[in-house]
């Protein structure tokens, strides 16, 4: 009970008033005497590997808890601090993988644990948590690259007045623990998007002045950032992410095409911007690094802008070859924000090959022979569009008699197509015995002077 001092002025009502407060005061003191302290963070597993250009650890955890990252050099250590974390019974410390010559830990203060990674060389790191998944629970992810990466395949350097292939970068979604959406049959999308990617890359490969490189070529795991990185790095013409949809209801059919949207290449114009000082990125060849904040928004609007131009051309012709190999699910060319479509300089588009959701559809991209036709679809539409609109010192820009026809993309016009080609649009108007200038999406037309 509360005792208060006799005091001049005091008035016993007071007393009665203040206590329902001193009752709220002393459940809330008994509240916080009983609630449980939060639990440690139980660091069970840890694994190492070298994936395709850089080393990821993974570290296998009890719960989800904080956790601090940063680097030292001499020696080159990541040291990873986790609150009130401690090592499970069973942890064993991995061998170690690529930039990884091996793990320790340590106690840098009481209930807390640290843990180093000793480095074969300085390392950038990039951290981040996945929640709980069908086989496995909460996991901590290290993923290790070289201040400068080496480029997957870089294109030969010609010698000068040698014309140079088109190069494509194919990049299969999803890939190591992450296996995509799942099919009713079991079918992995990392699977069918790997088995289609190397399909088409030699589909590619065998069309003269067309050269692809794959992004992964193995069952590994990229982040989305670095995948469109990958492309920049082996100077791609044009990125290609192939991917296999699902949706709950499991009728939807049918491929579609995407670009990145005005969305997403606002949030990218951003990040570079702000991170044009320390980053060894180009915009076109062009550093940002030495340019006023005026000057570098400008360089990079255009670059965006032509980026996302072309990226809208090669969707347009991509779906319409893949409208004339069978079902399409959307008609037109889609824009979503998509990390991998961010590259400011690459032209980028998403393939969902089929909803790998609807068993019918499902059961073709298990086909081999399905898979073949769908990659000569795809590489039909590339051709269609590097034929439309050749990048200059290419082996197709030098070769224009092989564009004999060009198939009408969306959103073209006959000025455009004119354009392109570098023909007069009274020219075009003849030899296709058009009047005015409408022309469909579909239509093929001879470009005229080319044989």
């Not at 955890?61 to 030292?72: H, N």
């Not at 203060?109 to 390392?123: C, E, I, W, Y």
């Not at 992964?216 to 013409?237: G, I, S």
């Amino acid at each position: 009970m509360l005792a208060f001092p006799a005091r001049k002025g005091f008035n016993p009502r007071m007393l009665r008033a203040l206590r329902p407060i001193a009752a709220i005061t002393c459940a809330l003191g008994l509240l916080a005497a009983a609630a449980p302290a939060r639990a440690d963070v139980e660091v069970r597993n840890a694994r190492v590997s070298d994936e395709n250009g850089y080393t990821r650890a993974v570290f296998e955890l009890s719960i989800a808890g904080e956790y601090k990252i940063f680097t030292l050099s001499d020696p080159a250590r990541v040291v990873i601090d986790v609150e009130r974390g401690r090592l499970g019974p069973n942890f064993k410390s991995p061998a170690g993988a690529g930039l990884v010559k091996g793990i320790r830990s340590g106690a840098p203060q009481p209930g807390n644990l640290r843990v180093v990674l000793d480095l074969a060389s300085d390392a950038k790191p990039r951290s981040f948590m996945l929640t709980p998944g069908q086989r496995a629970g909460h996991r901590l992810v290290v993923d290790l690259t070289p201040p400068k990466s080496k480029p997957v395949k870089t294109v030969e350097t010609v010698a000068a007045g040698v014309p140079r292939d088109v190069v494509i970068a194919i990049d299969a979604g999803h890939g190591g623990q992450d296996p995509g959406a799942i099919g009713p049959r079991g079918t992995h999308e990392k699977d069918v998007t790997l088995q289609i990617a190397r399909r088409l890359a030699t589909a590619i490969d065998a069309t003269p002045g067309m050269q692809a490189v794959l992004i992964r070529d193995d069952d590994v795991f990229l982040p989305l950032k670095r995948r469109y990185e990958k492309a920049r790095d082996a100077k791609a013409d044009l990125l290609i992410s192939l991917h296999a949809d699902a949706i709950a209801s499991g009728r939807a059919a049918g491929s579609s095409v995407y670009m990145l949207s005005t969305r997403g290449a606002s949030s990218e114009a951003a990040r570079w911007l702000a991170d044009r000082e320390n980053a060894s990125d180009l915009v076109g060849g062009v550093s940002l690094a030495d340019k006023d904040d005026t000057l570098a928004a400008v360089l990079l609007d255009l670059s965006q802008g032509a980026t996302l131009g072309a990226s809208d051309a090669a969707a347009s012709h991509v779906l319409l070859a893949l409208s004339r190999f069978g079902r399409v699910h959307k008609q037109e060319v889609q824009r979503a924000n998509f990390v991998v479509l961010r590259s400011p300089d690459v032209p980028s588009i998403l393939v969902e090959t089929a909803f790998i959701s609807n068993a019918e559809e499902e059961k073709r991209l298990r086909d081999p022979r399905h898979q073949s036709n769908l990659a000569q679809a795809i590489t039909e539409g590339v051709s269609n569009y590097f034929y439309a609109a050749p990048p200059p010192g290419t082996f197709i820009a030098q070769n224009p008699r092989r564009a004999r026809e060009h198939i009408v993309a969306r959103g073209e016009t006959l000025a455009l197509i004119a354009q392109r080609h570098g023909v007069s649009l009274a020219s075009l108007r003849r030899a296709n015995g058009i009047r005015g200038d409408l022309v469909k999406p579909g239509d093929v037309l001879r470009i005229p002077g080319t044989g």
